[in-house]
C-alpha cells in the first residue's frame, strides 16, 4: 500500500473550467451527481421503469407464493392468525390491537400499556418489540377504512373446509384488515428488489448490471429471503430500508464532495431500518466495520467517513428516542463502535507521521477493537444493562465454550446452526457463488494492481524531485497518472477526495462481514445472499473487468446469466408448485376452548409459540411469549419450562403459582421431541438440574394423570390444559 496524504490520488480527469472561477452548474450537471457515469436523463428513467418493473414483479411473486403455501384466500380468520406462528402472531396481535379498538389513540395506549402480554407486569410493548410498523399500518388502515368504508374493497365467502371440520367465512382483498397488513410487507419487499436494481446498476455503471444481479436474488430466492412465508417477522419491514441505507452509504463514499445532504439521507434510511427491528444495530456495526477498513487502507479521509458515521449517529439517537430510551441501543456493541472509528479518525494527524503503512493500520485495528469492548463494558456496567449478555453467550456455546438452558433453546434451533454445506450447494448449481468468488477474486486483483500503480508514481515523483533534469521520467509521471485518471483538487478549494474503487473496496468489506455472520448463524444468511447477489453486478462493471473489451465483457454477462437461468428457472418453477393449505385442528380445538370456557381474565402460561397463539387469537392474558431478548423474560420462560423438567409437581405447582398463572399449556411434541442429541427437553434440563435427572417428566407424568395439585382442564391428542388451583 502506498503511504502518502488520503486523496492524493483520485478518480476524476482536472476539469479546466474551474481554475480561476467556480463552474456554473446546470440542471444537467446537478444530475449527473446522482447518476452512473456517462447516464443522461433518458437513460436514468430507462433504469428507472425497469426498476419499477421488477419491484412489482417482487411483489406479485412473493404474494403468489405466500397464497399457494397456505391457500390463505380460504382460511378463516382465526387460522390466518394461527398460521403466523411463534412470535409472528406476537406482533400481529398489537397491529389487530390498534385496528380493532374504539379509536387509534385507545389501540396505542393499550400498547404502550400493555399488562396481557407479560402478566402481571404492565411494559411498553412498542419500547420493547418495535412495534411501529403495526402502528403505522393500523393507523393507515383505520384511514383507508374510514374514508372507503372497506366493504367494497373485499370479497367474503363461506368455505367448506372438509375433514369434519365446520364451513367457515373468509374474506379477500386489502379491505380485510389481515390482507392489508400481508399485502404491505409484500409492496415493502417489492420496493426492496427496485433499490437493489438500482444500487446493482450504481455499482456497475451498467443496466447490464443491473439485470444480471436481480435475476441472481430471483434465481436463489429461497435463499436470500423469508419474506413470503413469515411477513410479520421485523425483518420483513426493516431490511428494505438497509438497502436503501447502503445506497447511501456509497452515494457518500463514491460522490466528489459529500456533505450535509448525504449525512442526511443515511441518517432517514437508518432510522428507518433500526425503528422495526432489535437486529439491525448489529447489521450497521458490521458496515461501520466495513468503512472503517476503507477508510485504515486510505481508500477514503477522516471527513467523508465523519460525514457518514454522523448519519449513523444521528439515526442511533432518534431511534432511542422513537424507543424511549431503549437501554439495548446504547449498551450494544454498535454506539461503543461509532465512538471509537470517531476517535481513532479524529487522530488522523497522527497516523500520518508514522512511516511505515502497515504499523499504523495495525494500531488503528487494535485501538478500535479495544475502544468497542472497552465502551462496552463501561455502558454495560453502568446503565446495569444484560439483555444482551445471550448473545456473547450463545456465540461461546457454538463453540463449545459454554453452555445453559437459554444457549440451548437457540443452538437447537437448526437456523442458529452454523452454515450447512445445503447453501453452498444450491448457490452453486445456479453460478451465484462461483460468479461471485469471480468477482471477490478480480477485484481484489485490480485493487492491489492499483496500489502498485500508485506506489510506482509516488516512487518516480520521489526520483524526479531528486533529478528534476530527468525529463523523461516527469513525462512518464504524467502519462501514469493521467491513465489513473486521478482526481485533481482545486487549490483554492479544501474538497477531500476519495481513491478509485472505494466504493468497491466497501462492498468488498460488507460481503465479508455478512459471510462472517451467516457462516456462524445461518439464519443471517439472509444478509449475505442478497449481497453475493449484488456483487454479480461488477461482472459488467468497467471499473472491474476494464482489461476487458466492452463488446466481450456484455458477452460474458450475457453467457453467464443464460447458464444461471437453467437452475434458476427450476428453482423458480420449484417455488411456483408448491401447493399447501394451512390447517391445524388441534390448536384451532384448543383456542375454542379457550375463547368459550375460560375467563376473559383468565392467565395462561405454556410454551412461547402457543402462549403467542392465546394472545392473538383468545387475548387472554399470558406470563411468557417468544421475544427471548429481555432477561426478564427469559427468566420467565425459564420458570414456566419446568413443566417439561423431571421436578416434582409440587415445585412445579409452587413456580407456577408465584407467576399467578391460572391455566398452563402442555404440548406432546415439546415434551417428547429431539431435533438433535442433547436437545431434548429432558436432556436440556438435565445439564442444570442434576438432581433430579433419571426421574419422570411433569408432562408425562401429567398425561398419565399423576399431577396433583394441578387438574384436567381440557385435552387432545396434542395439547393438555391443566388448572392451576390458586
Not at 461471485?436 to 486483483?445: C, F, K, L, M, S
Not at 383468545?618 to 423474560?633: A, F, K, Q, S, W
Request: charged share 15%; hydrophobic share 45%; net charge neutral.
Amino acid at each position: 500500500m502506498s503511504k502518502g496524504k488520503r486523496g492524493s490520488a483520485g478518480n476524476a480527469p482536472v476539469d479546466s473550467t474551474n481554475r480561476g472561477g467556480r463552474k456554473r452548474q446546470t440542471a444537467q450537471s446537478v444530475l449527473q451527481d446522482y447518476l452512473p457515469q456517462k447516464y443522461n436523463v433518458g437513460l436514468a428513467a430507462v433504469v428507472v421503469g425497469i426498476a419499477l418493473c421488477v419491484g412489482v414483479m417482487h411483489g406479485l411473486h412473493l404474494s403468489n407464493l405466500f397464497e399457494n403455501d397456505r391457500f390463505f384466500s380460504h382460511l378463516s380468520t382465526l387460522e390466518r392468525e394461527m398460521s403466523f406462528r411463534t412470535e409472528m402472531g406476537l406482533y400481529y396481535s398489537y397491529y389487530k390491537t390498534v385496528v380493532q379498538s374504539s379509536s387509534f389513540f385507545s389501540g396505542l395506549n393499550a400498547v404502550m400499556f400493555d399488562n396481557v402480554t407479560e402478566y402481571p407486569d404492565t411494559i411498553n410493548t412498542l419500547k420493547r418489540f418495535n412495534l411501529y410498523p403495526e402502528v403505522v399500518l393500523a393507523a393507515a388502515y383505520r384511514v383507508f377504512f374510514a374514508i372507503t368504508g372497506g366493504t367494497k374493497w373485499k370479497s367474503c365467502y363461506v368455505i367448506n373446509r372438509g375433514h369434519g371440520q365446520p364451513p367457515v367465512t373468509s374474506c379477500v382483498g386489502i379491505g380485510d384488515e389481515t390482507y392489508f397488513y400481508v399485502y404491505s410487507a409484500f409492496a415493502l419487499n417489492g420496493i426492496l428488489m427496485s433499490l437493489f436494481f438500482l444500487l446493482a446498476v450504481y455499482l456497475s455503471d451498467s443496466i447490464l448490471g443491473g439485470i444480471i444481479a436481480t435475476a441472481s436474488f430471483f434465481y436463489n430466492h429461497s435463499e436470500a429471503t423469508r419474506v413470503m412465508w413469515t411477513p410479520p417477522l421485523r425483518e420483513s419491514f426493516s431490511y428494505p430500508f438497509l438497502f436503501a441505507q447502503m445506497f447511501c452509504v456509497t452515494w457518500a463514499v463514491r460522490t466528489k464532495k459529500p456533505g450535509w445532504i448525504q449525512t442526511a439521507s443515511i441518517a432517514i434510511t437508518g432510522i428507518l431500518f433500526m425503528l422495526p427491528w432489535q437486529f439491525a444495530q448489529f447489521a450497521l456495526l458490521t458496515q461501520t466495520v466495513s468503512l472503517f477498513g476503507v477508510y485504515s487502507f486510505l481508500y477514503i479521509g477522516p471527513k467523508r467517513l465523519r460525514l457518514i458515521l454522523y448519519g449513523q449517529l444521528v439515526a442511533l439517537a432518534v431511534n432511542y428516542i422513537l424507543q424511549f430510551g431503549n437501554a439495548m441501543l446504547l449498551t450494544s456493541y454498535y454506539l461503543p463502535c461509532l465512538v471509537s472509528v470517531l476517535l481513532v479518525a479524529a487522530a488522523e494527524t497522527l497516523w500520518e507521521k508514522i512511516p511505515w503503512r502497515p504499523l499504523t493500520v495495525i494500531i488503528q485495528w487494535m485501538l478500535m477493537c479495544g475502544g468497542t469492548l472497552l465502551f462496552k463494558l463501561v455502558l454495560s456496567a453502568l446503565l446495569q444493562m444484560k439483555d444482551d449478555a445471550h448473545i456473547g453467550d450463545i456465540l461461546k456455546a457454538k463453540f463449545g465454550l459454554y453452555r445453559d438452558f437459554h444457549t440451548q433453546l437457540y443452538t437447537c434451533a437448526r437456523e442458529f446452526g452454523f452454515m450447512e454445506w445445503e447453501f453452498v450447494s444450491k448457490t452453486s448449481t445456479t453460478l451465484l457463488l462461483p460468479a461471485g468468488v469471480i468477482v471477490v477474486i478480480v477485484a481484489i486483483g485490480r485493487l492491489l494492481y492499483a496500489e502498485f500503480e500508485r506506489y510506482v508514481v509516488e516512487k518516480l515523483q520521489v526520483s524526479e524531485a531528486a533529478n528534476p533534469n530527468q525529463q523523461s521520467l516527469k513525462r512518464k509521471v504524467e502519462e501514469t497518472t493521467e491513465q489513473q485518471a486521478g482526481e485533481v483538487k482545486d487549490a483554492k478549494e479544501e474538497v477531500e477526495s476519495t481513491k478509485p474503487m472505494a466504493a468497491l473496496l466497501y462492498h468488498l468489506f460488507q460481503l465479508t462481514a455478512f459471510a462472517v455472520i451467516a457462516i456462524l448463524i445461518m439464519r443471517l444468511k439472509l444478509f449475505f445472499t442478497p449481497h453475493i447477489c449484488l456483487m454479480t453486478a461488477f461482472l459488467a462493471s468497467k471499473e472491474v473487468f476494464g482489461f476487458l473489451k466492452s463488446s466481450h465483457r456484455q458477452a460474458i454477462v450475457v453467457l453467464i446469466l443464460a447458464l444461471m437461468s437453467i437452475q434458476g428457472f427450476r428453482n423458480l418453477q420449484h417455488q411456483w408448485s408448491i401447493q399447501g393449505e394451512f390447517n391445524n385442528a388441534n390448536q384451532e380445538e384448543l383456542l375454542l376452548w379457550i375463547q368459550n370456557h375460560t375467563s376473559p381474565n383468565a392467565v395462561f402460561a405454556g410454551s412461547m409459540p402457543v402462549a403467542a397463539a392465546v394472545k392473538l387469537s383468545t387475548e387472554r392474558p399470558i406470563v411468557n411469549h417468544p421475544h427471548y431478548e429481555d432477561i426478564g423474560l427469559r427468566e420467565r420462560t425459564h420458570r414456566v419450562y419446568q413443566v417439561y423438567s423431571r421436578k416434582p409437581p409440587e415445585v412445579v405447582y409452587s413456580t407456577l403459582k408465584s407467576l399467578q398463572v391460572d391455566y398452563v399449556i402442555l404440548e406432546d411434541t415439546w415434551c417428547h421431541q429431539r431435533s438433535q442429541e442433547g436437545c431434548s427437553m429432558g436432556e436440556i434440563w438435565d445439564m442444570e438440574d442434576e438432581e433430579n435427572i433419571g426421574k419422570e417428566q411433569f408432562c408425562n407424568l401429567a398425561r398419565e394423570g399423576v399431577s396433583e395439585p394441578f387438574g384436567k382442564a381440557f385435552d387432545n391428542s396434542v395439547y393438555l390444559v391443566l388448572r392451576v388451583p390458586k
